[in-house]
T-cell receptor, first 110, second 121 residues
Framework: GQSLEQPSEVTAVEGAIVQINCTYQ??????LSWYQQHDGGAPTFLSY????GLEETGRFSSFLSRSDSYGYLLLQELQMKDSASYFC???????????FGTGTRLKVLA | GAVVSQHPSRVICKSGTSVKIECRSL??????MFWYRQFPKQSLMLMAT?????????EQGVEKDKFLINHASLTLSTLTVTSAHPEDSSFYIC?????????????????FGPGTRLTVL
């Protein structure tokens, strides 16, 4: 079967750095994406990794290791507004379907 | 750019009625749109892939006769929940896949609508 596993919850303080891991097992792979979702809202795109390595976008960075079927989202200089759920997602290479991870709820404390 | 709208944002209906949800890509054409359902504190579950001008592809376990999808144009897909029951109450989210012409984020970005919260009494 296809699955993407993430930690269910992570807690950190303002200004800290947090890493959210994602391990995946899928029949096809076309890249790993990360989305942020605040309570009651829709997911918003954060980053996308098609190749191994680190992609940096402001305070957020995302890493991918295809050989390990593993990626992570790194959030630096945490702010209260970063409190949200974060989902990794893999696009199936045969179709354009996206499979979402279990989601990680990040709580940022003052 | 790359804005997706959904209407309505919230709907409350009686059991047995049908509800139509619209998903529009406002500033780009989307040959493919996706419909997801999300229960509280859970992940997004893909229901179906909607392709313009052809029948939708439903995920295993999703009743195509209950969740009718129509993608009549390159900017509009609709999901109709027929004979809704309380267990259909959920957050329904659509997304549209960029063809790479909008947003500058490449060809593998989904843009999500704001979602529709359906409550069936």
């Amino acid at each position: 079967g296809q699955s993407l596993e993430q930690p269910s919850e992570v807690t950190a303080v303002e200004g800290a750095i947090v890493q959210i891991n994602c391990t995946y097992q899928t029949s096809g792979f076309y890249g790993l994406s990360w989305y942020q979702q605040h309570d009651g809202g829709a997911p918003t795109f954060l980053s996308y990794n098609a190749l191994d390595g680190l992609e940096e976008t402001g305070r957020f960075s995302s890493f991918l290791s295809r050989s390990d079927s593993y990626g992570y989202l790194l959030l630096q200089e945490l702010q209260m507004k970063d409190s949200a759920s974060y989902f990794c997602a893999v696009r199936d290479s045969g179709t354009y379907k996206y499979i979402f991870g279990t989601g990680t709820r990040l709580k940022v404390l003052a | 750019g790359a804005v997706v709208s959904q209407h309505p944002s919230r709907v409350i209906c009686k059991s047995g009625t049908s509800v139509k949800i619209e998903c529009r890509s406002l500033d780009f054409q989307a040959t493919t749109m996706f419909w997801y359902r999300q229960f509280p504190k859970q992940s997004l579950m893909l229901m179906a892939t909607s392709n313009e001008g052809s029948k939708a592809t439903y995920e295993q376990g999703v009743e195509k006769d209950k969740f009718l999808i129509n993608h009549a144009s390159l900017t509009l897909s609709t999901l109709t929940v027929t004979s809704a029951h309380p267990e259909d109450s959920s957050f329904y989210i659509c997304s549209a896949k960029s063809s790479g012409l909008a947003g500058g984020l490449g060809t593998d970005t989904q843009y999500f609508g704001p979602g529709t919260r359906l409550t069936v009494l």
